[in-house]
């Protein structure tokens, strides 16, 4: 037993070193995703202190609109623009209906206000696009879609050129957002946002404005993530468990920090197929991952409570 | 007028603290209760009793647990419907290891098993607050989930993986099965859903329950004061995952009759935090209010286009629900943050003052 858990795991990792890294890239891929996803809640947490539970129904609608589209013969590049607008559209909507009335309520009731965002989404969703499994237009969008073969070690790995393209995406996306958040106008606005409310109001910057703006980049966010997520898996409403990983990201790398989301994506996304593969599938029946990133979280919540690069929590009476 | 508390004085400290001050409040649930034991029983309909009456009050139970640990310890958990099954697959158990057990005893002691659950994922919240301590209770919905599916003890290795309610004898009557009438288990339902609320209610206004308030009101202030921290969250835990437990133990044996994993997937955790919320946290009335509309709704929606004539596909209807459901909590969230109870409580107010403005 005790062969099983601490030794044999380990010997096969070294005797197919191939294989372990196909476990490590696709893992990787995945945590690319969690991170996307955990990007978009740290920017609408930063900003608005909302903990924005509708991120992951965000996607799947983002990505059902532009499949949608396209259904309709709108060209694939046009596609994409247009479904911007209709993000921007619902950052618009959400700031007006449910965010503007609710500023200064606990931060639970936001959550829930979200929650009932994502209710409605699932269900005006539906409607529209109808429930089933959609293939993402990955061609029409000139994603390649071949598969690289390298050979280390003898071995072979499989790299699909669609998960290059949404890591080397992911990665600019990142990029940018880190320069628009720190060298721009704008993006300094949003951090003063986050750092004080109040503060920021009284130089001048706009909550509104800043609000809209924040979802709006959360959609192209969710835009990007349903894109490389839709492409993988295709597009249904089943894409929504990918929300609930995000939690775990954000827990494990903090609620305030972007490099903590990043770092704490790709770390989920690894170590939950390693155990997946190497500990779960033989020992424990499969199908670990559904709790396997929650697990993690907690253990090291119990140790560092602000999460990996969190600010430190003070309290005062 | 109906509501005019002159002349109502109170002499004693006891009087003043009675559980109803006020008669007519009182007297309203005495009219509550009146319906609720002797006509409702008496009138309603299988589709009501089934569609309506029992899953309200297990839905109520349940919330009331949740509310217990949310709204009055102030410990946010999304890990509700994971502790229903532990409850749930604890009775089913009992049952199927003592066929001897009196099933209502088996369904009371089958909240112990979720009490202990939920002190074992209550530990964290001694370091974790708020929606970092949501994670907490996340893992225990998801990883509970997965043990129900996994672990073939728990619904007795057999092959559909899923637990099917036996027939169950109290006093030679049928309570549980396929073989019990809807107006017995409604009856059942209703004495546990009544007891329940008589001890949580106490429990609320006792020693314990003020402890609680002053961890949710602020954590740090509570210890300073001389309350012991981690006695107010895990007994929190305990009694609010028990109260959850025996709702989950109803849920199945007096309600659904089968229950598979995935009943006790996050969608409940969330439907039982809508009741909770729309009702009012921190509230005992609330749960009962917020059920009644959570599980009314749908009813209503679904019987509403054909009674309308409207020709709407079933799935359509579905999906129109979930976008009701959705947009209802957001509205209710903005016109009344603290819920129905507080609705409610205002209404009285005035119905108290009542025809004088002031």
Redesign the interface.
Known sequence: MLNEIFIKPFVDMVEAPDFLMQVLWEGLVSGILYALIALGFVLIYRSSRIFNFAQGIMVVFAALTLVGLHAMGVPAWICVVLTLGVMFVLAVTIERVVLRPLVGQPDIILFMATIGITLFLIGFGEIIFGGENKVMITEQLGIPTDSVLLEPWGGLLILEQKDITAVAVAALLVVALLVFLNKTRMGRAIRALGDDHQAALSVGISLQTIWVLVWFIAGIIALVTGIAWGARAGVSFALEVIAYKALPVLMLGGLESITGAIVGGLMIGMLEKLFEIYWGQPLLGGNTETWFAFVLALIVLLFRPQGLFGERIIERV | MLYRTAGQFKTSYQADQALFPVRQDAVLLGVVLLFAWVIFPLTASEFAFQTLLIPILIYSLAALGLNLL?GYAGQ?SLGTAAFMGVGAYACYKLVTLMPWLNPVVAILFSGAFSAGVGVAFGI?SL??????L???T??A???L??LF??WGWLYNYNASGAIQVPNLEMFGVYVAGPQASSVVQYFVVLAVVTLMTLVCINLTRGNLGRSWKATRD?D??AE?IGINLMRSKLTAFAVSSYVVGVAGALFVFMWRGAAEPNLFD?PLS?RI??IA?IGG?GSILGNYLGAILIVGLPVLLNTLPEALGLPISS??VE????????????FF??IE?HGLARLWALIREKLIIWPFPH
Not at chain 2, 127 to 132: E, L, Q, T, V
Not at chain 2, 319 to 330: F, R
């Open positions: 949310t946010l964290p370091r974790i607050k708020g929606f970092y949501a994670i907490a996340l893992a919905q998801f990883f989930v997965w599916e996994k602020m740090i202030a300073l996050i969330f935090l809508f919320i946290l799935a359509t999906h129109l629900n979930i976008m009701i459901v959705g947009s209802l909590i957001v969230l903005i943050p």
